[in-house]
């Protein structure tokens, strides 16, 4: 369907809709006198220079010369959100249009599809919905990037978290080996205490024999019960072997 042919500024619509709302319509190419269809298939369309269909999406748009050796041809709407970078450079020399001046905070702002208002990317994404028109606003282009890159940063910071948690660990680990060797205690006999942090906790009673005593230490060892041996020595002692305890029930080990 044509509708009634609307006169209007090619390069000033840069791939926008025309004042008629609707696709196709008929322009005045004011670079020439001729009225131009901007149909997908109109030929006249596909040799004018500055009246094509955006490769990105079905709005008019022009050509790119710095996308890829042959360029592209791309609406100003997907030139920016696709390619910031290579927009920002054709921008340089052109000053920045009132009308695309965000509609909350009067930043350069992006035409969405949802209202046809210009709305920069914070203000945009802050609440979920698109402010002109409260429909759903979904994070895509710069957008989804720049959402991208804040959640980059919190996970950044996490795995320096982790990472911080887990050299502190090995640290802590490593002290309480090397303070664990310094003072693991050694029985008479040359045997290691068993256990972290051990210490000589334990009473064996060991019994002398009368005619032993005035001779020092005897020469061999029996258990006594210090209730009823007479004559007897009791002493610190450690688990050495913690199987050989359990299985003679405490008297070796």
């Given at each position: 369907?044509i509708?009634?042919?609307?006169?209007?500024?090619m390069?000033?619509?840069?791939?926008?809709?025309?004042s008629?709302?609707k696709f196709?319509?008929?322009h005045?190419n004011l670079?020439?006198?001729?009225?131009?269809?901007?149909?997908g298939?109109?030929e006249?369309t596909?040799?004018?220079?500055?009246v094509?269909?955006c490769?990105?999406?079905?709005?008019l748009g022009?050509?790119?010369?710095?996308?890829g050796?042959?360029?592209?041809?791309?609406?100003?709407l997907?030139?920016?959100?696709?390619?910031p970078?290579?927009?920002k450079?054709?921008?340089?020399?052109?000053?920045?249009?009132e009308?695309?001046?965000c509609?909350?905070?009067?930043e350069q702002?992006?035409?969405?599809?949802?209202?046809?208002?210009?709305?920069?990317?914070?203000c945009?994404y802050?609440?979920?919905?698109c402010?002109?028109?409260?429909?759903e606003?979904?994070l895509?282009?710069?957008?989804?990037?720049?959402?991208?890159?804040n959640a980059?940063?919190l996970?950044i910071?996490?795995?320096?978290?982790?990472?911080a948690l887990c050299?502190?660990?090995a640290?802590?680990?490593?002290a309480?080996?090397?303070?664990?060797?310094?003072t693991?205690?050694?029985?008479?006999?040359?045997?290691?205490?068993?256990g972290?942090?051990?210490?000589?906790?334990l009473?064996?009673?060991?019994?002398?024999?009368?005619?032993?005593?005035a001779?020092g230490?005897?020469?061999?060892?029996?258990?006594?019960v210090?209730?009823?041996?007479v004559?007897?020595?009791?002493g610190?002692?450690?688990?050495y072997d913690m199987?050989?305890y359990?299985?003679?029930?405490g008297?070796l080990?």
């Amino acid at each position: 369907m044509i509708c009634e042919p609307v006169y209007c500024d090619m390069n000033f619509m840069g791939g926008e809709w025309c004042s008629c709302g609707k696709f196709p319509c008929v322009h005045k190419n004011l670079i020439g006198d001729n009225e131009i269809g901007t149909s997908g298939t109109d030929e006249a369309t596909k040799k004018s220079p500055d009246v094509n269909i955006c490769s990105k999406c079905d709005r008019l748009g022009k050509y790119r010369p710095l996308l890829g050796a042959n360029g592209d041809i791309m609406c100003d709407l997907c030139y920016r959100e696709v390619f910031p970078l290579p927009s920002k450079i054709d921008d340089n020399d052109e000053d920045e249009n009132e009308e695309e001046e965000c509609r909350i905070c009067l930043e350069q702002g992006f035409v969405r599809r949802c209202c046809n208002q210009y709305y920069c990317h914070s203000c945009f994404y802050k609440s979920g919905s698109c402010p002109g028109c409260q429909s759903e606003a979904h994070l895509t282009g710069v957008g989804k990037k720049s959402e991208d890159q804040n959640a980059g940063v919190l996970f950044i910071a996490l795995s320096w978290a982790v990472s911080a948690l887990c050299v502190m660990c090995a640290i802590v680990c490593g002290a309480l080996a090397a303070w664990n060797e310094l003072t693991f205690p050694t029985t008479v006999w040359g045997h290691s205490c068993y256990g972290w942090f051990s210490t000589c906790d334990l009473k064996v009673c060991t019994e002398v024999l009368e005619d032993q005593l005035a001779n020092g230490f005897p020469s061999s060892y029996s258990s006594c019960v210090p209730a009823s041996t007479v004559n007897s020595i009791i002493g610190d002692a450690c688990v050495y072997d913690m199987e050989v305890y359990k299985q003679t029930g405490g008297v070796l080990g």
